[in-house]
């Protein structure tokens, strides 16, 4: 039985945030963002460049004090950063004079301070092997390509055991063939873990893999969720499979008209004639398909289609 509060792990109400400005009046570069998201739940929010996608997050994160609205986290208000959220950004930003064991031991030990060091070695063990780094726990941060070492940003992050992970275009700066490696990797520790995660991300194939709905994010400056689209693919994930869905290029459209709409309409703030069109083709076909399983949309505050 999921609880009210699995329902509503995350509860992002009305959430604003103006930076000042110091020629004229304040920015409001997110105005009014709702979100709602279930325990292990994984959300990508896509928009365009300069949007606010970042803004939210590391609002979420406790870095970034919001204008105006809330945040709650499993029931309760966040009031700044801490252990049950973790984050990874485009640079994993590794301290050089430290291994890789050394890297992700160093949060590990705030963590758990009470266990052993052999428990905490093992953790970072753990998570070291998930990410595909078995071999190179004692390598340093100049031995390792830019993959390798975002792979430890993600070890680190997760080693947390945090409760939400947030990831900031993890996979920005990567080759398209890491990139797509990296993909993998975050989507079987998300297949396992089942951390409830919002993604960042400017690539449309890469919101429809990893996440269970994207959030497009409407063009700012007062930017807020103009529509979120439920992603009905069933988890573990194999990626041909999910290329090969019949529903895969119509959520695809969906997300592409989605972004021109905004690029080029005037109105900014939400739903579109053609982007509606393409959602509701997207409902009609998700309801003769089998679709995800224990996501039942009445209770999510924000369902498909939603201003
Ligand atoms: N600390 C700040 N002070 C003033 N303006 C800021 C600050 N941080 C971000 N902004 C502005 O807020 C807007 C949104 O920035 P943000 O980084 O959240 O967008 P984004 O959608 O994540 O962009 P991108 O996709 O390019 O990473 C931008 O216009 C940016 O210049």
């Known amino acids: 039985m999921t609880s009210y509060h699995d329902k509503r792990f995350v509860e992002i109400f009305q959430l604003t945030k103006a930076y000042p400005n110091r020629y004229a009046d304040d920015v409001k570069v997110v105005d009014g963002f709702d979100l709602v998201m279930q325990r292990g739940d994984v959300v990508s929010v896509i928009g365009h460049s300069g949007c606010g996608k970042s803004t939210v997050l590391t609002m979420l994160a406790g870095l970034n004090p919001a204008t105006s609205g809330s945040i709650a986290v499993n029931g309760r208000e966040i009031d700044g950063p801490g252990p049950d959220r973790a984050v990874v950004f485009q ?20 963590v758990y301070p009470h ?50 992970l947030l990831l900031d275009e993890p996979f920005g700066r990567l080759d398209s063939l890491t990139r ?13 873990d089942r951390i409830t995660t ?21 063009s700012g400056p007062r930017a807020h969720v103009g529509q979120i689209l439920e992603i009905p693919f069933a988890r573990p994930r194999q990626r ?44 009609a ?6 679709g995800r399983v224990g996501v039942d949309a009445a209770d999510l505050a924000l ?4 201003a």
């Not at 972004?259 to 579109?272: A, F, W, Y």
């Open 180 to 192: 797509m490696e990296l993909q993998d990797v975050v989507l079987r520790v998300l297949d396992t």
């Open 303 to 306: 369902p498909v289609g939603a």
């Open 240 to 283: 041909a499979d999910v290329l090969e869905h019949p529903l895969y290029y119509d959520l695809r459209g969906c997300l592409i008209s989605f972004l021109e709409q905004q690029d080029h309409s005037d109105d900014k703030s939400g739903v579109h004639d053609d982007a509606s069109a393409t959602m509701q083709r997207v409902e």
């Open 115 to 164: 266990g052993s060091k052999t428990q905490r070695r093992q953790i970072c063990e753990h998570y070291l092997a998930a990410v595909g780094l078995a071999d190179s726990m004692h390598k340093y941060p100049r031995e390792m390509s830019g993959g390798m070492q975002q792979r430890v940003g993600i070890a680190r992050a997760i080693a947390l055991k945090p409760q939400v």
């Open 198 to 218: 919002m993604i960042i991300t400017h690539d449309v194939d890469e919101a429809i893999y990893i996440s269970d709905r994207v959030c497009m994010m409407t």
């Open 91 to 110: 640079s994993p930003c590794l301290l050089p004079w430290l291994t890789t064991l050394g890297n992700v031991m160093l949060g590990v030990e705030k």
């Open 285 to 290: 076909l998700y309801d003769t398909t089998h």
